[in-house]
C-alpha cells in the first residue's frame, strides 16, 4: 500500500491556485483511475483506489498548507505506513513551469507543506514536484505562489495534469525515473 497526498489549500477561492496544483494532479488522477468517493479521515479527504494492480491511498489534507503534516502523520500512523511509502505532489518554484520532476527526500526550499509533513514525519519521503515557476524576485513569491493560474496557462496546465495521470502506473510501480521520462515525451508532442 501507498499513500499518495496532494497539497494544496482547502476552499474554493483557493482552487485554482498555482499552491493548489498537487490537490489538482491528485484529483485528475483519482478520476482516470476510478477511485472510490471521497471520504473525510485523518483531516482531510481519502480516496481508495488501485493503479497498476498497486493498491493507493490519495490524501488531501483538509488543513491548511502550513498543518499538511498532522493530516499525513495521521494516516501514515493509522495506515502504518513508513515513509517509502509516501509520496507528496506539490508545486514547486525552482522548476520551469508544467514540468515534473520526482526526487527522493531532501530539504523543503521554504515550501511550507513540506515542511509541516518533514516536522511530523521525517524529510525521507519522495516528492513529485511540479513546477510552477519562479517570478523572478523574492518579494513576488508569495502573490505568485498564492495566485490563480492565468487562462493562457490552462492548456499547459491541463496538459501537465492529464501526462501525470496517464504515467502514474510508473509511479506506482516505483519505477520514476520512466515516469518523468514519459511525461517529458508527452509534453514534447
Request: hydrophobic share 40%; with cysteine.
Amino acid at each position: 500500500m501507498q499513500l499518495w497526498v496532494g497539497l494544496g489549500n482547502p476552499g474554493p477561492q483557493y482552487a485554482m491556485n498555482r499552491h493548489n496544483v498537487g490537490y489538482m494532479a491528485i484529483d485528475v488522477v483519482a478520476d482516470m483511475y476510478e477511485f472510490a468517493p471521497v471520504q473525510k479521515k485523518f483531516s482531510g479527504w481519502v480516496q481508495d483506489g488501485r493503479i497498476g494492480g498497486q493498491r493507493i491511498i490519495f490524501l488531501k489534507p483538509a488543513t491548511f498548507m502550513n498543518e499538511s503534516g498532522r493530516s499525513v502523520g495521521e494516516a501514515m500512523r493509522f495506515f502504518k505506513l513508513e515513509n517509502d511509502a509516501l509520496t507528496v505532489f506539490h508545486d514547486e518554484l525552482d522548476l520551469a513551469p508544467f514540468k515534473v520532476k520526482v526526487k527522493q527526500g531532501g530539504g523543503t526550499a521554504g515550501h511550507n507543506g513540506l515542511r509541516s509533513i518533514g516536522a511530523h514525519c521525517g524529510n525521507d519521503f519522495q516528492r513529485v514536484r511540479l513546477g510552477i515557476g519562479h517570478p523572478g524576485h523574492k518579494d513576488r513569491v508569495h502573490s505568485h505562489v498564492l495566485g490563480n493560474y492565468a487562462k493562457t496557462e490552462l492548456d499547459d496546465l491541463a496538459e501537465m495534469l492529464g501526462a501525470v495521470a496517464a504515467e502514474a502506473e510508473w509511479l506506482a510501480k516505483g519505477n520514476a525515473a520512466r515516469f518523468m521520462s514519459d511525461i517529458a515525451l508527452r509534453q514534447q508532442g
